[in-house]
């Protein structure tokens, strides 16, 4: 069997891997292993590529506003489009959410209460009857998910990092102050530290190195394109519940993205929309917006992966020297990539990782294990 020597192996090539082993790959060689033939198949090609501040457990928050920065301003020759478009985020209050809409308010940050002449002037098509009060987060933004997803993966290369596609990890053990990771089709892999950034299949490649599972349970979330003609959404804000039981936002300038906001969990796998979601999807918005929906053009389903208490799963395995999680990253992957890859490689290397170094206590898998 070939066995290839590294610094690092991350297994997973999807956003959490991708920016993780660029990071490390700055100074180490990383060998990034992934299952698919193509990395970003599962997860991360599924996402509705919104930047949202007010969203998620405050560990979430905390590396998303830390990420930010990244969004702006990339380093020169890290992607040949913006990351960065600007997209406010419109939360529609129903008559039964107007006390979850002060809470939002209240705690937060940079939401603004809006009128529903306002809201309308915003996102014409809103129906006079569903909201009585709406807030903005105005400082929200689309992400361009491919190009910061290719940026990783050309900054892994760029430094001598190897990509390996159709690699999926098999038997992973730990031999003396070696982990080994046989791979599909036959290689392996040896390096001092392995990443666990497998996605949805966190608990398995952690099974596999006879580690326990913290938990983690995928939820399959929901999205289908339709056409709003004669509405033209291009310039509307993300819109949708206090509550979030759907959303919807524009797509490829013309067509609307709608969401039932779904959290069913799921067995890890190649996951597929179900069309009673959909239905309830369309259905959800239809109550808000005066849209006909003619027909679905294009649906897709992806699974978003959370630990037991909904935050990030990051650190060190208590169990097993140098075999470090980078999991749980939930609906937040894509907007706090930036900041969790460089939080991964600084704990990898035994570096400060600064300001994020607060968050540890709340994210390390020991809370689990
Ligand atoms: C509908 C939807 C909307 C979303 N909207 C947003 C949003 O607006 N903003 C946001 O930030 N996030 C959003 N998310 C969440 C975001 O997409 C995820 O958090 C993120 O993509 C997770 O990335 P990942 O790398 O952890 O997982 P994945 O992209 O799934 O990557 C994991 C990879 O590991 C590989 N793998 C698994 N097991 C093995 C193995 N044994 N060996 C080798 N490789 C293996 C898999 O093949 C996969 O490629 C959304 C998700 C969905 C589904």
């Not at 394109?225 to 004669?230: E, G, S």
């Not at 140098?322 to 930036?338: D, E, L, S, V």
Request: hydrophobic share 45%.
């Amino acid at each position: 069997m070939d066995t290839a020597q590294f610094d690092v192996i991350v297994i997973g090539a999807g956003i959490a891997g991708a920016s993780a082993a660029a990071f490390l790959s700055a100074d180490h060689r990383v060998a990034l292993i992934e299952a698919e033939e193509v990395a970003g198949y599962h997860t991360t090609g599924r996402s509705a590529a919104i930047w949202i501040l007010n969203y998620g457990p405050p560990d979430v928050v905390a590396l998303t506003g830390l990420s930010r920065g990244f969004f702006e301003n990339p380093p020169p020759g890290f992607a040949d489009a913006p990351l960065f478009a600007p997209r406010a985020v419109l939360s529609l209050a129903p008559p039964e959410q107007s006390a979850h809409l002060d809470a939002k308010i209240a705690n937060g940050i940079g939401l603004e209460e809006i009128s529903i002449a306002e809201a309308t002037a915003l996102v014409p098509a809103l129906r006079a009857d569903y909201a009585t009060r709406a807030a903005i987060e105005r400082d929200a933004f689309d992400m361009d998910v491919a190009a910061l997803h290719q940026g990783f993966l050309r900054q892994l290369r760029a430094n001598n990092g190897v990509l390996a596609l159709r690699a999926r990890s098999g038997r992973i053990e730990q031999r003396g102050a070696q982990w080994h990771v046989e791979v599909s089709g036959g290689a392996e892999f040896e390096a001092p530290a392995i990443v666990n950034a497998a996605g949805a299949w966190g608990d398995s490649v952690a099974m596999q190195a006879g580690l326990r599972p913290i938990g983690l349970v995928p939820k399959r979330r929901t999205a289908a394109v339709i056409d709003p003609a004669p509405f033209t959404p291009h310039a509307w804000p993300m819109v949708g519940d206090v509550d979030h039981t759907w959303y919807a936002r524009c797509e490829a300038r013309t067509k609307l993205m709608v969401s039932p906001a779904d959290e069913t969990p799921m067995e890890p796998q190649d996951i597929q929309p179900d069309e009673l979601d959909i239905a309830i999807g369309i259905d959800r918005m239809q109550q808000a917006l005066d849209i006909e929906v003619r027909r679905v053009e294009h649906s897709w389903a992806g699974l978003r992966s959370f630990a037991p208490d909904g935050s990030l799963v990051f650190g060190e395995d208590p169990q097993a020297n140098r075999f470090f999680w980078c999991i749980g990253q939930g609906g937040y992957g894509i907007q706090t990539a930036p900041a969790a890859g460089r939080l991964v490689a600084d704990l990898v290397s035994g570096r400060d990782p600064g300001e994020p170094g607060k968050l540890l206590a709340s994210i390390t898998p020991r809370r689990f294990l």
